[in-house]
């Protein structure tokens, strides 16, 4: 049976533009891509976005849909373009201009995960590069794209909250609100993928929930938002990075003791962010 490539898990009705994404908590590892790679199970997870899924599932619950990749982001990444194919992995890519993704093994289908470790003993084919694309990486984009574009029939907007969690060594040298390490950084772009209300509003969810708030810094969103960003056609992207000490064992890959805890603050959360995209109630008759 092939991999499933997302779950998509939609409310009841849909009362807000919001739309909730994750696009690397993947982790249905198929066996034939464990015994390709040089990697044992656990190694081969580092580079997961684990239990990103799992902390935001009460989304549809708010009214907004909540998409999940379900494929591996070592297998596929699905926040970087389709056309960016790493020539020292992919047989037949040509060498292109500077990129620094693809350069760093980071491409469409990763050389690494993280800490630069090899995934594979060699090269791989295009057409093998081509299928995970195929498979995989247009379905989610496929599927993303309509929600945001339903989103818009509904609501004449849509807003893309992108989720993602970041190494805890990631934030180490940054200074969030407060001047404290941030929880969260929210990347937009600097500001070419969202408007600036609606940063602010996303901020102001986080913030209320107790956490440390940074922007664009030291991410600042990557393909999906710079891709989906379109403030002046009312379509916004946010990239949401959340500290994964906050909720789990980095090296253990598995949820710390704190993580029933973070994740009903992040469901309070998720209640004000789905009210961004809230249309306003008519106003009574007199």
Not at 110 to 117: D, S, T, W
Not at 249 to 271: H, Q, T, V, W
Request: with cysteine; net charge negative.
């Amino acid at each position: 049976m092939a991999q499933r490539p997302y779950t998509l898990r939609m409310p009841d009705t849909r009362s807000t533009s919001v739309v909730f994404a994750s696009p690397h908590s993947g982790r249905n590892y198929a066996r034939t891509f464990l015994s390709a790679s040089v990697l044992d199970e656990q190694s081969i997870r580092s580079s997961e976005d684990a239990f990103v899924d799992l902390l935001f599932e009460e989304a549809p619950l708010t009214g907004a849909p909540l998409l999940v990749a379900d494929t591996p982001r070592a297998f596929i990444d699905l926040n970087r373009s389709s056309e960016e194919l790493d020539p020292a992995l992919v047989e037949g890519v040509r060498h292109s201009q500077m990129n620094p993704r693809i350069s760093s093994g980071l491409g469409v289908v990763p050389r690494v995960v993280a800490n630069g470790r090899a995934i594979y003993r060699g090269k791989m084919t295009l057409a093998e590069a081509q299928r995970r694309i195929d498979r995989h990486w247009r379905p989610y984009h496929d599927t993303l794209q309509a929600l945001l574009d339903e989103a818009h029939a509904l609501f004449d907007e849509a807003i893309l909250v992108d989720l993602h969690s970041m190494p805890h060594e990631a934030v180490q040298t940054v200074t969030g609100s407060m001047g404290r390490r941030p929880d969260v950084v929210l990347g937009d772009r600097f500001g070419s993928a969202c408007s600036g209300a609606i940063v602010d509003m996303l901020e102001e969810a986080f913030v209320n929930a107790g956490l440390v708030v940074a922007r664009n810094a030291p991410f600042a969103g990557a393909y999906i938002t710079q891709r989906y960003g379109r403030p002046s056609r009312k379509q916004h992207a946010v990239q949401v990075e959340i500290d994964r000490a906050l909720y789990m064992d980095e090296r253990e890959i598995c949820p710390n003791e704190g993580f029933d805890a973070f994740k009903a603050l992040m469901s309070r959360a998720l209640y004000d962010i789905a009210e961004i995209g809230r249309p306003a109630l008519p106003l009574a008759a007199e």
